[in-house]
């Protein structure tokens, strides 16, 4: 027995100072070591490296004051090389993601069109436009644009139902990381559509701009069937799968549909039913279907935050304005936010706990739509800070009104 128990302290040990040897490498990398080296160190020194240790690695150098983009894309870049060739799955039994509709078989699929749009049409007219920038070519790489950025709805499933529940398992590195890159992406494939819808001549800028989305959506299809999906699948359980499954509707696909409707062996879990039960409020009785139904019936989107700034609640009308999955419930509000936008989160919370401020509006156009985003303090009846709502409103059809309609017209 004592023997077992010294084999379990050596294991333990050596794990120890693996992670360490670990961070100390990347510590180096991030300080400026020539990545050669920490390439050759990495391979002498650790050799494989698995998922779980990448999920322990250092990431908060992303947040760094003064850091500029184009470092962190430099950063990000140089950690996939240095995992290229050295990553070691763990052994499983079962392989449920290759059941077509399983939610990583379904992420698959889209990386296999996104590749294949890459080599198949994008690099064809982007090398066609090099030799000649007519309006046909021009045109051509403009409809190739066009079908990538469907790629942000891979992004969107992927930051606001597997981001999650990583999450959940004190996993965040990664998912900050990637969430810039993915961002990154999306501006980079927006400024090359917006340069040839408006095309002046400027053929390097097309082809630079190109050149860097093709480069880092290859990498990213790389980090996720590498090393975010194989860590998603080792800590996910199978009811987890099951609600991502289901909600992944809500967002949508990328390029293609899922193959299939995944069920699980067993009998997939279903929704919970509504209690029957009463709320008495201070002017009226309602049951909480009654409840749940009325707020989803307002022509608006309503998000409750806690004073803790955890997503409780967000209402489910019939068109969602911004897209919500129920595995935001539970999740601070700074992580359901793009990295680059949270410190405007983070300072109106400031402002709301500090009693600076009760309300703050914001307004945008999204697509077809003139979004209407009020953002306002619940206090208790002493004054003390609740949570804070948010209320979504698309008002196109509000600043067309003209004249009256009364109600017995």
Known sequence: MSELINNREQMTEERTERLAMLKQIFIDLHNGKNPAEVKAQFDKEIGKINVEEISQLPHDFIEEEGMTTAEVKRLYNLHTEIFKGSIQEKVRYQHPEDEPGHPVHTFKMENQEVAKLIKDRLQVHLAQFAEEDSSENVYKLMEDTNLLLDID??????????????????????????????????????????????????????????????????????????????????????????????????IGFCLIAPAAGWKPERKAIGEKAISEGFIKMETGILSLKQLELLLNHLPVDITFIDHEDVVRYFSHGKERIFARTKAVIGRTVQNCHPPRSVHVVEELLSDFKAGKKDSEDFWIKVKDKFVYIRYFAVRDENGGYVGTLEFTQNISPIKELDGEKRILA
């Open 153 to 250: 709805k891979h992004y969107s499933r992927k930051e606001n139902l597997i981001f999650p529940y990583l999450e959940k398992y004190g996993i965040y590195g990664p998912t900050n990381m990637m969430w810039r890159i993915d961002d990154f992406i999306r501006d980079g494939i927006k400024d090359v559509r917006k340069k040839l819808g408006s095309y002046d001549g400027d053929k390097q800028a097309i082809i630079e701009g190109t050149q860097f989305c093709m480069k880092e959506l290859l990498e990213m299809i790389y980090r996720e069937e590498n090393i975010l999906f194989p860590m998603a699948l080792q800590n996910f359980t199978e009811d987890e799968w099951v609600k991502i499954a289901h909600e992944s509707d809500e």
